[in-house]
């Protein structure tokens, strides 16, 4: 009997760890919502109003959850290694061709997304989609560990003890412990002080690098600082805390920025397009004409002609998940 009631929860319990233990998200909730929150107030008006067009309210902040909400449907399998990128531990620098083919990386899905979702000629709900996959992405890539070491998944396979007795492990420090410390849960308080703090020199110079391969490689060179300073024991308290601090703001701050640049440069390039093409085509008449259609001629196919139907089949998307 007893022995019974313990079997029933063995799954459970397994089914928990592998939970816990799996990629806990990119900056955790705490971290994409500053992200969203800095880049909320950077918007230009134009901008605003394409993603209200498109997501139905500008809240940046909650659209950046939803890639991470989306992970336990198999139906979106294919964006799982679409959350980073890794390079080997000897290189310091991210080498697309090697560490994102295909553009099956975090780099290579923010300037696809971005692309997408300004994109008039695509259905709405693909562009939505896309929308807010970019948004993810972007705050994504500004955590250092996810432009990281495939072979220990980022630090997720690293543990950690944080302030004395949290287990948790690398790659969820900075996600989410760090912040977590600092915040105490107001991560809107947290995301104000960042706002209020920016250097305006350090801001200039986000904004003027809009490279997604920049920001992978900013990161790049942090992670290799994270793991030249963690302790051998690797028990990280207030002291680590107070010199990592630091780094985990600018990020955030950077991303948030970088986040409402990008935004901005992608929906004003997608304006002038829609201007041009105002600006080539005949004014239309307020009523449409109508115009004696001709018969539509239509030419019948030989048999035993073949018939070559181009048909686009996608890439099958191979993603061994580590
Ligand atoms: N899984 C494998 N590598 C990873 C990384 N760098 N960040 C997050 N999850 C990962
Ligand atoms: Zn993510
Ligand atoms: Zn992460």
Known sequence: MKSR??????????????????????????GHQIVGTIAMTRLTP?????????????????????????????????????????????????????????????????????AVATDSTKPIEERREALKFAIHFIGDLHQPLHAGYADDMGGNRIQVIAFGDKKTNLHALWDSVLIYHKSQGDWRGLAKALETDMPAKEVAQWEGNLDPLAWGNESRAITRVIYNDLPANAKVGEAYYESNFPT?????????????AALNKAFAAQNAVKNDARAVSPVRPSTPIQVDKPATKVTPIPTGVPVVVPVVVPAPVTVPVP
């Open 5 to 30: 009631a313990i079997s029933k929860w063995i799954p459970w319990v397994g089914l928990i760890a592998v939970t816990l233990g799996s990629h806990a998200g990119a900056w955790g909730e705490e």
């Open 46 to 114: 134009q901008t605003r109003a394409a993603i209200i067009e498109l997501l139905g309210n500008d809240d940046l902040a909650k659209a950046g959850l939803w890639a991470d909400q989306i992970r336990g449907d198999s139906k979106y399998d294919w964006a799982k290694p679409l959350h980073y990128v890794n390079a080997p531990r000897n290189e310091n620098i991210i080498v697309l061709d090697r560490d994102c083919a295909k553009g099956e990386c975090v780099i290579g899905a923010i300037t696809r997304f971005l």
């Open 248 to 260: 985990v703001a600018r990020r955030l701050a950077a991303g948030g920025v970088r986040l409402a």
